[in-house]
């Protein structure tokens, strides 16, 4: 137990190295690999190492990348928003009306669908939302409808549906973590300073709840953008999103430095809108602070 | 006749020392050259604010903690590279550290699965241990369903099982509410009394340290600032700093006239030429502020106009009163206390209400009966 | 007012979380081939002739082996991270643990291509092996998640009272912290016991020619006639699951109870 700084280090690393050198090897490694691919060239079933950035030139020429990475972002920033929108009311229900006591078991319903299986469940929206689903044969016996709807099922709708269904529970916790951790009597000063109840939530609750929204809306969004399961069942393999595109990339056309190229071009984008939202609302924050 | 304890303990050997004792947390200096020694059956304290390392030297004392450079001796045998766990001390952690998951008896009996007897003897030295701290038939209850007070006592009897040389106390206190710290302060006492073991205390509250040490360590930012007696640390201050973090202490400013061959003389407003006893005068004076004369409130009294008094006498307006129960505060004004031009505070005079003295009032007159034995000057 | 109006959404919401799990027993049951209503009558024939399938059992088997495995190398993985993480300082420590949170946050899709590129460009064969290292990978961060808290609502000084009471580093570990982790350690098992077992694109990337339960769901989506079947397994797989998380979560409260700490929060 000496715990002269060295002596906490050395035991530090040596505690954390397996955990690390996994993530190292399995995780890091294969990323690099895939940098690394998207500035070779392809040749036939082979891979010419030869620098190059012929294959970012030919993603980012390429009118059907602009469309499907325009389509993901499209999709991820709609499933964000409606996530977002409806589970900002629950997770204000959960934090301001329900008692301590039952909290736990309010969070832990909440959780236990996102951890049944994902196929499972996006395979149910498909038979839901079918021509011949749950719901068209739903209301058809009950005389409402005479032809199926079909605005349900293989479009940007449907696809809308399932992933805001599956990734409610993302966007709940970190907006009821942020309420949870406002101080109750501010609200209470609010009022006492003569401001509606609608007033202190627009001025003094939302403000304080915007790192939970912020924090809920990357955490949707990221994953979305990289669905692959959600396009290929729910969109019929008509509406491909940019997983669908990397995927056939690599392995129907083995084009490997091409596919490496999507994904790290995919990968940057995502990743530079998530810095531009975070700082905006770093921004927005500051202001009104 | 028996030796006095205060005897025995000069006379007993070291169990204890620290010599030259530094400790780094990177370039944080947090043992600046602990020179110390602990007698064999002394309850010792080590005292002062947060982060002053007491902590840090018990948990080095402990084996908890390397040190940079220096030597710490228990029982004359040199700790370097001695783990915890082979060190002949146990110790009672702030937050008691009883483990949530073992009963009463198996948290008391921890320390002796190593232990080559019996597990009737074990059970039995366990039981013995839970009598000691007045637990005695408490060895089936699960641990987390004790008062503070009753951990308190699980962690005793769990370290003092072993039978160490040295039993280090982290605030063992600090968690249980006044009643109850004062009860076990006074257990605390008997317990070490009984068991002869060397207890090394670290608190932050000068009246407990005051209540229960033989010796107490005021210590300043890893050094040690004072070392002495509850009663030589409480009525002569190694410093301003120590008097202040120890009770209350009037502080006036004072010119020095000249050495006599019993002390020092000082000119004190209000006072008079006084001749501060060689025993009362301190050098350390960190501070800079020029001479200094200190004294507690209850070195100096109120006393009614004309009673005979040994002490001297000086005569004073009351400016303030503040009652407390037991206790009136008075602030004073002495005459003659606005010397060297600048305007010197009230005194403060804390007074036993006894039956048949009445609680003075603001703007009344005080004969202010003092002696030079209870000043001290820092200089 | 404004609270019931809130409250009535809140349920309404949960509706919608549920609707799509309530309807899988419904049609499992239910004996027509088409999921459609009026539903037909009660039969188990989908369970039957689910459980005769051959290749099914074998995707069940192997589901179980990757799931164990994989729940086991995860939680080893993370009480190391956790321990460092929530017992010790040391430079870097904030970069090392964001590497190995990032599958948390990284789409699989990324992490299963990437992965099955080095595997292939290295001629390794695709099987459940190699299914495993990827959901170890992704089942790592959850592990130390729970596994954080977990150490991280315990006194430092239990551990070193051990330690002062005589035992050795190791023996303190054994003693002391790892009981009192213990429910914490269960609950990571079953919680990545879980995700494993439910994962679908790195099972589907990596597994080769083995099938595991979700690819071979996956692979009967095609055939219209399959889909009673597909609800009967998937009722199977929603139960369990179900069952498990609730495991989970009743050790990782006992695990709070314990130590005393407070018990806010779910599983994320």
Not at chain 1, 181 to 198: N, P
Not at chain 2, 263 to 286: K, M, Q
Not at chain 2, 352 to 373: D, I, K, L, M, Y
Not at chain 3, 47 to 56: C, K
Request: charged share 15%.
């Amino acid at each position: 137990m000496a715990s002269g700084n060295r002596s906490q280090a050395v035991q530090g690393y040596s505690l954390i190295a397996p955990p690390f050198g996994y993530a190292l090897l399995v995780l890091m490694a294969p990323l690099l690999t895939i940098l690394a691919y998207s500035f070779f060239k392809d040749g036939y079933l082979t891979i010419i190492r030869e620098f190059t950035l012929e294959n970012y030139v030919a993603v980012w020429g390429d009118p059907i990348f602009h469309k499907i990475m325009l389509r993901s972002l499209g999709v991820a920033a709609l499933v964000t928003l409606v996530t977002v929108g409806l589970a900002f009311p629950v997770a204000y229900f959960l934090s301001f009306a329900v008692s301590p006591q039952r909290k736990g078991m309010w969070l832990f319903l909440i959780t236990i669908p996102f951890w049944t299986s994902y196929l499972v469940r996006v395979f149910l929206w498909k038979v839901i939302l079918g021509y011949n689903g749950v719901i068209n044969s739903g209301l058809k016996s009950l005389g409402i409808i005479e032809e199926p709807l079909t605005f349900i099922l293989y479009n940007v709708n449907s696809i809308v549906i399932t992933l805001a269904h599956a990734y409610a529970p993302f966007a709940i916790l970190p907006i009821f973590i942020a309420l949870e951790k406002i101080d109750r009597s501010l609200l209470e000063a609010g009022r006492d300073l003569g401001e509606s109840r609608a007033m202190t939530f627009w001025r003094v609750t939302l403000p304080l709840a915007m790192p939970g929204v912020v924090a809920a809306s990357l955490i949707v969004f990221i994953p979305t953008i990289g669905d692959y399961v959600t396009p290929t069942l729910i969109g019929g393999g008509k509406i491909p999103m940019i997983a669908n595109m990397i995927q056939a990339q690599m392995l129907d056309l083995d084009n490997r430095p091409m596919g490496s190229a999507l994904a790290v071009t995919a990968m940057l984008i995502v990743a530079i809108l998530s810095l531009i939202f975070v700082a905006l609302n770093r921004r927005f924050l500051k202001v009104r602070q | 006749m028996t030796p006095s304890r205060y005897d025995r303990l000069e006379a007993a050997k070291p169990m204890i020392e620290c010599r030259e004792v530094h400790k780094y947390y990177g370039d944080y200096h947090a043992l600046r050259g602990i020179d110390l020694t602990i007698r064999a059956g002394e309850f010792f304290s080590l005292l002062g604010p947060s982060g002053c390392g007491k902590t840090t030297l018990l948990r080095t004392i402990a084996g908890f903690e390397d040190i940079t450079s220096g030597v710490v001796l228990i029982d004359n045998k040199d700790m370097a590279g001695v783990a915890a766990n082979h060190r002949p001390t146990n110790m009672v952690f702030q937050s008691y550290a009883i483990f949530p998951h073992l009963t009463v008896a198996e948290n008391v009996g921890f320390g002796l699965r190593r232990d080559p007897r019996s597990r009737a003897e074990k059970a039995a030295a366990v039981e013995e241990a839970l009598a000691m701290v007045g637990l005695k038939g408490y060895g089936a209850r699960a641990s987390h369903a004790l008062s503070g007070g009753q951990r308190q006592r699980v962690a005793l009897a769990r370290a003092l099982i072993l039978k160490p040389k040295v039993l280090l106390l982290d605030e063992p206190l600090s968690a249980l509410d006044r009643k109850m710290r004062e009860q076990m302060q006074v257990e605390l006492i008997k317990l070490q009394r009984q068991v002869g073991i060397t207890f090394v205390l670290v608190t932050h509250d000068q009246e407990e340290a005051l209540v229960m040490s033989d010796r107490i360590a005021v210590m300043f930012e890893g050094q040690i600032a004072q070392l002495d007696g509850p009663e030589a640390l409480y009525a002569r201050p190694a410093s301003r700093r120590v008097a202040d973090f120890i009770g209350v202490m009037n502080f006036l400013p004072t010119r020095i006239i000249g050495d006599t061959p019993n002390g020092v003389e000082v000119d004190l407003p209000g006072f008079g030429r006084v001749e501060i006893p060689a025993a009362n005068i301190s050098r350390a004076n960190p501070d800079d502020e020029g001479p200094t004369v200190g004294f507690r409130p209850e070195a100096v009294s109120i006393v009614s106009t004309g009673a005979p008094t040994q002490s001297r006498v000086t005569e004073g307006t009351i400016d303030e009163v503040v009652y407390y129960g037991d206790m009136t505060y008075y602030d004073v004004r002495l005459d003659g206390s606005d010397g060297f031009g600048a305007k010197v505070r009230p005194i403060r005079i804390a007074m036993r209400n006894v039956f048949g003295r009445e609680v003075q009032e603001v703007g009344a007159r005080a004969n202010v009966s003092w002696s030079p034995g209870s000043l001290v000057l820092f200089r | 007012m404004k609270g019931r109006g809130l409250h009535v959404y809140a349920l309404c919401y949960l509706l919608f979380l549920y609707a799509p799990i309530l309807l899988l027993p419904i049609f499992a049951f239910n004996n027509g081939t088409v999921i459609s209503f009026p539903l037909k009558g009660f039969t188990t024939q989908w369970f039957v002739q689910a459980f005769e399938n051959a290749t099914l059992r074998r995707a069940v088997m192997n589901s179980l082996i990757i799931a164990v495995s994989s729940s086991v190398f995860a939680t080893c993985l993370g009480i190391f991270a956790a321990r460092a993480s929530t017992r010790f300082e040391f430079p870097g420590k904030g970069p090392m643990m964001g590497l190995i949170m990032l599958p948390l946050v990284l789409p699989e899709i990324i992490v299963s291509i990437s992965l099955l590129v080095v595997l292939l460009s290295m001629g390794i064969t695709l099987n459940i092996f190699t299914v495993i290292i990827g959901h170890t990978l992704i089942c790592m961060p959850y592990a130390t998640v729970i596994l954080t808290t977990a150490f991280n609502s315990l006194d430092r000084s239990l551990e070193e009272a051990a330690y002062d009471l005589g035992e050795t580093k190791w023996s303190a570990f054994r003693l002391v912290i790892l009981p009192l982790v213990m429910p914490g350690v269960i609950s990571s098992l079953l919680m990545s016991f879980t995700i494993s077992l439910d994962e679908f694109i790195i099972a589907f990337f990596l597994a080769g020619n083995e099938p595991t339960l979700p690819t071979y769901i996956f692979s009967q989506l095609r055939f219209p006639k399959q889909t009673p079947t597909i609800m009967a397994l998937g009722t199977v797989l929603v139960v369990m699951s179900i069952i498990l998380l609730t495991f989970a979560e009743y050790f990782r409260r006992r695990g709070n109870a314990r130590t005393g700490a407070n018990n806010t929060g779910g599983f994320l």
